[in-house]
């Protein structure tokens, strides 16, 4: 189980461009962290920074956990589910195919049925994905995050594309991950919908 | 097939069966190259004999790089590599399931088909079976070095029109000891060639998945 997430002196830089330093924070198990500014002030980086995507230019990343501190890049993306701006999705399988093979890439067999339910896709399961919508393309998405069963969320724009029934899902999934002793961390303009720490990026 | 490394793979062959039938265009390109060379070189059966094993070697390399732009590309355009990164596998488990799906969707159809071409040429039946053994034993290598080459322009635009130019001269050798197998055949010589091109390929398939990994690295950072 993790136990904290931790920043110190983050600094990034994209190219020759330096995207945001200085950056500190701390987020307990059971936390969530939304994390704003403006267009390109850096919020997928610093998420792709924690999946250990890229390395720091200065500073360092620590994922704290029961059997240890984790401070390798690859090492800490074994803790991390996943939800990115691409939707990950291929045209030519179907739902039911896509969440199973993640489900078995991740380890989390057995769990595709009662999360297909869960995020209201269960009528699609033999739909292929070139039929979804966008909508239902991002709750396939969270379905993955579900069946990862990993400890620490990284989302970029979670609620893009979503209804108000999706948005309401994605609060209690998130809910729900912190109130399971897991990590949420969310790069959105929008209101989270649930109780969370901000982190706000200034362009460096 | 359970496991991350197979359902990467079960996967992969899926999609290349799907995607427009990839391993099909592979292999009908090679079988109008093989058609197309003898009705240019005529009716002359001792030379398109001769000619048999470096012809049907280039256009077995040729048709295999049809499909090879595909191998990471589409992963990464889309978001999937990001997430197949942060799988239990490592890059280079997912590296080598790449290049095994696609000697199984391209290079492994272009070897069984091979036989049937080597009918155009009038190739005997020692130089058919070394044509097909070296076939066998050197396509893994055209999927090694050409995953290589697909890592490497991943985040290039027209990268699909660079990776030819980046991995044909690296496939020299097996294109050497691959016609150089079907000569050897034709002429009852000992055929060391064999020999080399098996070195040559268990070489590529051993390197291959370390240094797309890495390749795979640097662009998922970029």
Redesign the interface.
């Known amino acids: 189980m993790i136990v904290s997430l931790t920043a110190e002196k983050l600094a990034c830089v994209r190219g020759d461009r330096p995207v945001f330093a200085d950056l500190d924070f701390r987020v307990a198990a059971g936390e969530a962290l939304v994390v704003e500014g403006a267009n390109g002030a850096g919020k997928t980086s610093l998420l792709r920074l924690i999946a250990g995507f890229l390395s720091p230019a200065t500073g360092n990343i620590t994922l704290n956990t029961d059997s240890g501190a984790i401070s390798d890049g690859e090492e800490r993306g074994r803790y991390v589910g996943w939800l990115g701006h691409q939707d990950g999705i291929k045209p030519q399988l179907s739902v039911g195919e896509q969440l199973e093979f993640f489900a078995h890439l991740y380890g989390a067999r057995g769990a595709v049925p009662p999360t297909l339910e869960r995020v209201g896709l269960v009528r699609q399961r033999e739909l292929p994905c070139r039929y979804l919508s966008a909508g239902q393309k991002k709750r396939l998405g969270l379905a993955r995050l579900i069946v990862s069963g990993r400890d620490l969320w990284l989302l970029d724009e979670p609620f893009a594309a979503l209804d108000t029934a999706g948005r309401a899902l994605t609060a209690e999934l998130m809910t729900a991950q912190c109130a399971a002793g897991g990590i949420v961390v969310a790069a959105t303009h929008d209101a989270l919908g649930l109780a969370a720490r901000s982190l706000r990026l200034e362009a460096a | 097939m359970?496991?991350?490394f197979?359902?990467?793979l079960v996967?992969d062959l899926?999609?290349a069966a799907?995607?427009g039938g990839s391993a099909a265009l592979a292999l009908a390109f090679f079988a109008l190259v093989a058609t197309l060379v003898p009705l240019g070189v005529g009716a002359d059966l001792k030379l398109l004999s001769r000619i048999a094993g470096g012809v049907l070697w280039v256009g077995a390399v040729l048709a295999a790089l049809l499909s090879l732009d595909r191998l990471y590309q589409?992963d990464f355009?889309?978001?999937?590599l990001?997430?197949?990164?942060?799988?239990?596998?490592?890059l280079e488990q997912v590296a080598l399931a790449k290049l095994l799906a696609h000697w199984f969707s391209t290079g492994l159809p272009l070897t069984l088909l091979s036989p049937l071409l080597a009918l155009l040429f009038g190739l005997s039946a020692e130089g058919t079976w070394a044509l097909f053994l070296s076939l066998l034993i050197g396509t893994p290598a055209v999927s090694a070095v050409g995953a290589i080459g697909a890592s490497l322009t991943l985040s290039l635009k027209r990268g699909g029109l660079i990776l030819p130019l980046i991995i044909l001269p690296l496939l020299a050798p097996a294109v050497i000891f691959g016609a150089g197998a079907v000569t050897a055949a034709l002429d009852h010589l000992p055929n060391g060639a064999l020999g080399l091109l098996s070195a040559f390929s268990l070489a590529a398939v051993l390197l291959s998945p370390f240094a797309a990994a890495a390749c795979v690295r640097l662009n998922?950072?970029g």
Not at chain 2, 77 to 80: A, F, I, L, M, R
Not at chain 2, 82 to 90: E, G, Q, R, T, V
């Open positions: 359970s496991g991350p197979a359902s990467l996967r899926r999609l799907r995607s589409g355009d889309d978001g999937s990001d997430l197949i990164a942060l799988s239990p596998l490592s998922l950072a």
